[in-house]
């Protein structure tokens, strides 16, 4: 049985969307800093991945800083000797918004919706790392309040802002692969454990760390090292698992050039899930609508899962990668992001007739992370775009997670994009959406 496949008009369609409104979906409408002007830049997570995005907008001005541990962001605290310190990014946006223009936000999962939310509403641009949010139903409301407040926004899948990326972009959206029929993304996380329990016991909380600020939204539970400062992204509570790790990295150039939003349908199969851990591994499959021609689905692996090598044609895949399948030919990218291989022989200077449609932010090739927030800085400032902004961002974290719904549900589900419901298992529904402690529930 021949599999259903992309029409060259549907993706002509799809290509032309993605150039426009999608990828530059709104110009922010607050007054801006001109282009030799600094932002006033506060950053929300100072340590570890926090540490990275700060320095990478050290062309600005860092005028605060928040952490709830203040061992871990001493390096950051010393480089930035002159900005104001916070605990509590409640109280830091209460305090500084008449200070500042943008925030950083590099905390755990659990806790990005509520200030990127709170920042949102009072003016300020927002980069936020990946997955942009804990849960579907934050997703939406962000994409939904960086329309209404006219922000520059960004979430931090750095991949985006690659040059080599951006060129397979340009060269898929020019129909080389033909009609696309199967799509197959994995990686070598979790790199940390999954599949297991709530630890048991307790143990003295570091006297640099404040454990209750840590926890945020999520219920009360003892402090474990279990927890902090990294493995917390295998318990639901706070992460998302290997999936949300790395789907807004690994799926990006799929979703990019095809713009594969909103599935109707996906399947999980994994080593087995509870209700405080991810699995250790698992195998997802995306259906993503394509008209009268039925799905295109893409299939994520990870925890050693990957797909058969001969699709590549080779005799061991690498940890992470991405194939995907035409009726004229096959790419494969053997890593995160950037150049790849097509099974035909041609390379990527075989399709100069592919137009180029996409911006090249200064310095990509030879540091892309930091090119990806100096893509955000310039469209705060208006110059050009942000091209990972949220009304691109969104609704692909939404994609993303829509994994674990049915990972957690242990059933294949069938999705309502439009009223975020999953419509033929209504347990699954308590996955969507968040709970919050109270004291904690997200800004209106």
């Given at each position: 049985?021949?599999?259903?496949?992309?029409?060259?008009?549907?993706?002509?369609?799809?290509?032309?969307?993605?150039?426009?409104?999608v990828?530059?979906?709104?110009?922010?409408?607050?007054?801006v800093?001109?282009?030799?002007?600094?932002?006033?830049?506060?950053?929300?997570?100072?340590?570890?991945?926090?540490?990275?995005?700060?320095?990478?907008?050290?062309?600005?001005?860092?005028?605060?800083?928040?952490?709830?541990?203040?061992?871990?962001?001493?390096?950051?605290?010393?480089?930035?000797?002159?900005?104001?310190?916070?605990?509590?990014?409640?109280?830091?946006?209460?305090?500084?918004?008449?200070?500042?223009d943008?925030?950083?936000?590099?905390?755990p999962?659990?806790?990005?919706?509520?200030?990127?939310?709170?920042?949102?509403?009072?003016?300020?641009?927002?980069?936020?790392?990946?997955?942009?949010?804990?849960?579907?139903?934050?997703?939406?409301?962000?994409?939904?309040?960086?329309?209404?407040?006219?922000?520059?926004?960004?979430?931090?899948?750095?991949?985006?802002?690659?040059?080599?990326?951006?060129?397979?972009?340009?060269?898929?959206?020019?129909?080389?692969?033909?009609?696309?029929?199967?799509?197959?993304?994995?990686?070598?996380?979790?790199?940390?454990?999954?599949?297991?329990?709530?630890?048991?016991?307790?143990?003295?909380?570091?006297?640099?760390?404040?454990?209750?600020?840590?926890?945020?939204?999520?219920?009360?539970?003892?402090?474990?090292?279990?927890y902090?400062?990294?493995?917390?992204?295998?318990?639901w509570?706070?992460?998302?698992?290997?999936?949300?790790?790395?789907?807004?990295?690994?799926?990006?150039?799929?979703?990019?050039?095809?713009?594969?939003?909103?599935?109707?349908?996906?399947?999980?199969?994994?080593?087995?899930?509870?209700?405080?851990?991810?699995?250790?591994?698992?195998?997802?499959?995306?259906?993503?609508?394509?008209?009268?021609?039925?799905?295109?689905?893409?299939?994520?692996?990870d925890?050693?899962?990957?797909?058969?090598?001969?699709?590549?044609?080779?005799?061991?895949?690498?940890?992470?990668?991405?194939?995907?399948?035409?009726?004229?030919?096959?790419?494969?990218?053997?890593?995160y992001?950037?150049?790849?291989?097509?099974?035909?022989g041609?390379?990527?200077?075989?399709?100069?007739?592919?137009?180029?449609?996409?911006p090249?932010?200064?310095?990509?090739?030879?540091?892309?992370?930091?090119?990806?927030?100096?893509?955000?800085?310039?469209?705060?400032?208006?110059?050009?775009?942000?091209?990972?902004?949220?009304?691109?961002?969104?609704?692909m974290?939404?994609a993303?997670?829509?994994?674990?719904?049915?990972?957690?549900?242990?059933?294949?589900?069938?999705?309502?994009?439009?009223?975020?419901?999953?419509?033929?298992?209504?347990?699954?529904?308590?996955?969507?959406?968040?709970?919050?402690?109270?004291?904690?529930?997200?800004?209106?």
């Amino acid at each position: 049985m021949t599999k259903p496949s992309f029409s060259r008009r549907q993706f002509i369609q799809r290509s032309a969307l993605a150039a426009g409104a999608v990828a530059f979906p709104f110009v922010s409408s607050r007054p801006v800093l001109g282009a030799n002007g600094r932002l006033n830049i506060a950053g929300i997570g100072a340590g570890g991945k926090g540490s990275v995005d700060i320095d990478c907008c050290s062309t600005e001005n860092i005028v605060a800083l928040c952490d709830v541990d203040e061992e871990r962001a001493a390096g950051t605290f010393k480089r930035f000797d002159k900005a104001r310190r916070y605990r509590d990014f409640r109280i830091m946006l209460d305090k500084e918004g008449a200070h500042i223009d943008a925030v950083t936000i590099s905390t755990p999962d659990h806790t990005h919706a509520w200030p990127a939310l709170r920042a949102m509403q009072m003016g300020k641009h927002v980069y936020c790392q990946k997955p942009l949010t804990h849960t579907i139903q934050e997703a939406r409301l962000l994409t939904q309040a960086a329309r209404k407040h006219g922000v520059v926004t960004q979430m931090g899948n750095q991949g985006h802002c690659e040059p080599g990326s951006r060129r397979l972009v340009e060269i898929l959206r020019a129909d080389t692969l033909g009609d696309v029929k199967e799509i197959h993304v994995w990686t070598d996380r979790p790199i940390w454990p999954q599949g297991g329990h709530r630890p048991s016991g307790s143990a003295p909380i570091p006297a640099s760390l404040d454990w209750d600020l840590w926890l945020g939204p999520a219920a009360s539970r003892p402090y474990h090292s279990d927890y902090v400062p990294f493995k917390w992204r295998g318990f639901w509570a706070f992460g998302t698992g290997a999936l949300g790790d790395m789907g807004c990295h690994n799926m990006d150039l799929a979703y990019f050039a095809y713009q594969l939003r909103d599935p109707v349908k996906v399947e999980a199969r994994s080593s087995g899930t509870n209700e405080e851990m991810a699995p250790g591994w698992s195998v997802i499959t995306y259906h993503f609508p394509r008209g009268n021609r039925g799905t295109l689905p893409l299939t994520w692996y990870d925890g050693g899962q990957k797909p058969a090598p001969e699709l590549a044609r080779e005799k061991e895949l690498p940890p992470n990668g991405c194939i995907i399948v035409g009726s004229k030919d096959t790419l494969y990218v053997p890593g995160y992001w950037g150049t790849g291989r097509f099974l035909s022989g041609a390379t990527m200077e075989d399709f100069k007739q592919a137009p180029i449609s996409l911006p090249r932010q200064p310095g990509a090739e030879q540091d892309h992370d930091r090119a990806h927030h100096q893509e955000w800085i310039a469209a705060c400032k208006g110059e050009g775009y942000a091209l990972s902004n949220f009304d691109y961002a969104g609704p692909m974290t939404e994609a993303v997670l829509l994994g674990n719904v049915a990972l957690r549900a242990g059933a294949t589900i069938e999705w309502d994009a439009e009223k975020l419901q999953v419509t033929n298992h209504s347990e699954a529904n308590r996955y969507v959406e968040g709970t919050y402690r109270k004291g904690w529930e997200l800004p209106t």
